[in-house]
C-alpha cells in the first residue's frame, strides 16, 4: 500500500476523507472540507451531534450525490492531552476501518491532526508508523485458502496539507518514518519465527543478508571462534543443544569517533534447560531473542537512514534447552571478563550471554552501551505490557532514553541500582551467581550485567513484557512487536543533533 503527501484540494478526494476533531471543538469538524456542500453537510452532523470530539471516537458516514465518497471524523480528545502516541492509535484504527469499509483509497487533513506541541511532520511520521505497523501479518505458513482474516481492500492513503513549506518538511519526515517502521517490522519477522526455522544459524544468516543489501559491515562468530575467545557464559548456555551457538558483529559507521554499542539477547529457544520451564506457555519462548532482534532492526534502520552515527549491533545467539550435555545448577563458569560465575538457576542463562558480549562491547572504547533484552518475568509482573524496565549508570544517558520513548510511546522507567542489590548477586564460591534470590529479580538480573560494564556509560532495558503480545492492543497485533527498534532509531537521531 503507497502512503504519500500532497498539497490539499478544494474538491472531496476519491475515497474516504478523514478529518480530526478535539473535544468542545466539534463544529470546527466542518473547517477541513473546502467544497460548500461538503462543508454544510459536516456542519449539519456536527450541530446534530452525529458525531463527538472524545478520544476513540471514529464516526463514518457516506456523502449525499458522492456514492464513492466518504467522510471519517475522529476524535481526538482533549487538545491538552493530545500526544503523537494517540495519532499512532489513529493510524492503526483508521487502516482497521479503512479495510473494513472496503475502501481502496484514502485521504486524511493533515492540518486536523496537530495541536499541542505535535507539528505536521510528527503527527504525519506518528499516523504512518500506526499504520504500518497494523498493516504488518505474519501468514506465510498458511495455505493460500487459509490466510489470516480477511484481505485488505487499500491500496492508497494521500496526507493533504494546506503549505507548501510544511509539505516538503511532512515528506522528508514522512519518508524516515517508513524506514524505521520498515525496520520494525523486519524485527518482528525474524521474532514470529517458530524456533526450528529461526534458530541462532538462520539468524546470522539473515543478519548478514540484510547487511549485504544495506551496506552494513558484518562479522559472523561460530562456535570455534567464540570458544577460542573463551565466552563461557554464552558457550554454557548453547552446550545443552545441537544447534551451534553463533555471535552476530553489524557495523555503521556514520560517522568517526566512539561508537554507541548496542547488545541484543538472542536466546533463540529458552525452555529453561535443566530449571525447566512450565509446559504452559513455553511456546512463546520463541520471543526470547526479540532483544537480539531488536539490534539487527536498529542497525537496519541506521544504514538505510544514513544516521551520522557510529553503530555496533552485538547479539550472541543459541539455544537453552535440557539434554545429555546441559549446564547444571551448581556449575562454575568463567566468562570472557574471567569473572566466575555460579549457575544457580539454568532459566536465567540471557545474563550468561549478555555478560560476554558486554565484556566484548569494551574493544570499542564505546561513548555508550545499550541492551535490550527479554530477560526477567518480574520485570512483566513490575510493569505488565506497559512498558520497559530501565536500569543504568549514566543519568544524562537514561534521561534521553527515557526522552526518546515518550516521544515514540515506547515508554521507560527507571529501577535503582543501589549497592544493596549487588550483596544479593554475590557468590560465596564465585565472583557472581546468577540469580539473586526470591525479591528484586529484574534489579538483581540488571545488578549482574553491571558487574561486566566497567566504568562505560550504560543502559538496560528489559523487554519482556513488550516484545510481544498474546493478543492485539494498541497498535500491535498478536505476535513480536518490534519493541526497541523506535525507541534507540529515536535515541540516535536525537543524539545526533546533540553531537
Not at 474516504?16 to 466539534?26: H, K, P, Q, R
Not at 545448577?329 to 538457576?345: A, F, H, M
Request: hydrophobic share 40%; with cysteine; aromatic share 6%.
Amino acid at each position: 500500500m503507497k502512503i504519500s503527501a500532497t498539497l490539499r484540494t478544494d474538491r472531496l478526494r476519491p475515497g474516504a476523507v478523514l478529518s480530526g476533531v478535539f473535544s468542545g471543538e466539534e463544529k470546527n469538524g466542518a473547517n477541513a472540507f473546502q467544497d460548500k456542500a461538503v462543508k454544510n453537510f459536516v456542519l449539519g452532523l456536527a450541530k446534530a451531534r452525529r458525531f463527538s470530539g472524545k478520544e476513540n471516537g471514529l464516526f463514518f458516514t457516506g456523502v449525499p450525490g458522492e456514492a464513492k465518497n466518504g467522510i471519517l471524523i475522529s476524535g481526538l480528545g482533549e487538545k491538552k492531552k493530545f500526544s503523537a502516541d494517540k495519532l499512532r492509535k489513529l493510524g492503526s484504527a483508521l487502516y482497521s476501518k479503512l479495510n473494513d469499509l472496503k475502501f481502496e483509497n484514502a485521504s486524511v487533513e493533515l492540518d486536523t491532526l496537530t495541536g499541542n506541541k505535535v507539528s505536521s511532520p510528527e503527527a504525519a511520521a506518528a499516523l504512518v508508523e500506526g499504520i504500518r505497523l497494523r498493516e504488518y501479518r505474519f501468514d506465510h505458513y498458511k495455505s493460500k485458502d487459509d490466510k489470516n482474516g480477511k484481505q485488505d481492500t487499500l491500496k492508497e492513503i494521500i496526507l493533504a496539507i494546506s503549505d507548501r513549506k510544511v509539505l516538503e518538511a511532512v515528506s522528508k519526515e514522512l519518508g524516515m518514518a517508513e524506514v524505521v517502521v520498515e525496520s520494525a517490522n523486519f524485527t518482528r519477522r525474524l521474532g514470529d519465527e517458530p524456533a526450528n526455522v529461526m534458530t541462532a544459524r538462520r539468524l546470522a544468516d539473515d543478519a548478514r543478508k540484510m547487511a549485504r543489501e544495506t551496506g552494513l559491515r558484518c562479522r559472523i562468530l561460530d562456535e570455534k571462534q567464540i570458544r577460542a575467545l573463551k565466552m563461557g557464559g554464552l558457550l554454557s548456555v548453547a552446550q545443552g543443544s545441537k544447534e551451534p551457538p553463533r555471535f552476530i558483529i553489524l557495523e555503521h559507521r556514520g560517522a568517526a569517533g566512539q561508537p554507541v554499542v548496542l547488545v541484543g539477547k538472542g536466546i533463540c529457544f529458552d525452555s529453561g534447560g535443566i530449571s525447566l520451564k512450565p509446559a504452559g506457555g513455553m511456546d512463546l519462548m520463541r520471543y526470547d531473542m526479540c532483544g537480539g532482534a531488536a539490534v539487527i532492526g536498529i542497525l537496519r534502520a541506521a544504514a538505510k537512514l544514513k544516521l551520522k552515527q557510529h553503530v555496533v549491533g552485538l547479539v550472541p545467539a543459541c539455544e537453552n534447552l535440557p539434554s545429555e550435555t546441559p549446564q547444571r545448577p551448581g556449575d562454575i563458569q568463567r566468562t570472557l571478563s574471567g569473572k566466575t560465575v555460579e549457575v544457580l538457576n539454568t532459566d536465567a542463562e540471557g545474563r550468561l550471554i549478555l555478560c560476554d558480549a558486554l565484556t566484548y562491547a569494551h574493544r570499542y572504547k564505546p561513548r555508550v552501551i545499550i541492551d535490550l533484552a527479554t530477560l526477567t518475568g518480574a520485570c512483566v509482573a513490575t510493569f505488565g505490557d506497559v512498558c520497559m524496565g530501565m536500569m543504568g549508570n549514566d543519568a544524562g544517558l537514561l534521561k534521553m532514553i527515557q526522552k526518546a520513548g515518550y516521544e515514540t510511546g515506547e515508554k521507560c522507567w527507571e529501577l535503582p541500582l543501589w549497592e544493596e542489590y549487588g550483596e544479593m548477586v554475590k557468590s560465596p564460591v564465585a565472583d557472581l551467581k546468577n540469580i539473586g534470590g526470591k525479591y528484586a529479580g529484574t534489579i538483581t538480573a540488571g545488578k549482574f550485567l553491571e558487574a561486566f560494564v566497567d566504568d562505560f556509560p550504560w543502559c538496560h532495558l528489559d523487554i519482556a513484557g513488550v516484545a510481544w503480545r498474546e493478543s492485539p492492543a494498541y497498535y500491535a497485533k498478536s505476535g513480536a512487536t518490534g519493541a526497541g527498534v523506535r525507541l534507540i532509531v529515536r535515541y540516535l537521531r536525537n543524539l545526533a543533533k546533540h553531537s
